[in-house]
Nanobody
Framework: QVQFVESGGGLVQPGGSLRLSCAAS????????MGWYRQAPGKQRELVASITRGGRTNNADSVKGRFTISRDNAKNTVYLQMNSLKPEDTAVYYC?????????WGQGTQVTVSS
């Protein structure tokens, strides 16, 4: 069973930056595409950024030009660099594979954008 541990969240002012990290047990990153998801209160979980095993990335329209996903297969870690943060980016952020290759969700890391 794969387990994810997300970290790096916090409280940041609008326009600020954060870098999230997701460490996974097991050597899965080199095999599968990975994604960062977020869930805001009262909303469904959504995929915000994905990266193939070869490093090709794709972002949701809402974060294009602001968020960058990357991966380090040697460290079994995927990152999300978030710049120009907006209040609507406030959510719990999770990492996981890309459907249909999904595993159990981790605890996530809270990101709050507020002045």
């Amino acid at each position: 069973q794969v387990q994810f541990v997300e970290s790096g969240g916090g409280l940041v002012q609008p326009g600020g930056s954060l870098r999230l990290s997701c460490a996974a047990s097991g050597s899965i990153f080199s095999t599968y595409a990975m994604g960062w998801y977020r869930q805001a209160p009262g909303k469904q979980r959504e995929l915000v950024a994905s990266i193939t095993r070869g490093g090709r990335t794709n972002n949701a329209d809402s974060v294009k030009g602001r968020f960058t996903i990357s991966r380090d297969n040697a460290k079994n870690t995927v990152y999300l660099q978030m710049n120009s943060l907006k209040p609507e980016d406030t959510a719990v952020y999770y990492c996981n594979g890309i459907a249909p290759m999904l595993w159990a969700w981790g605890q996530g890391t809270q990101v709050t954008v507020s002045s």
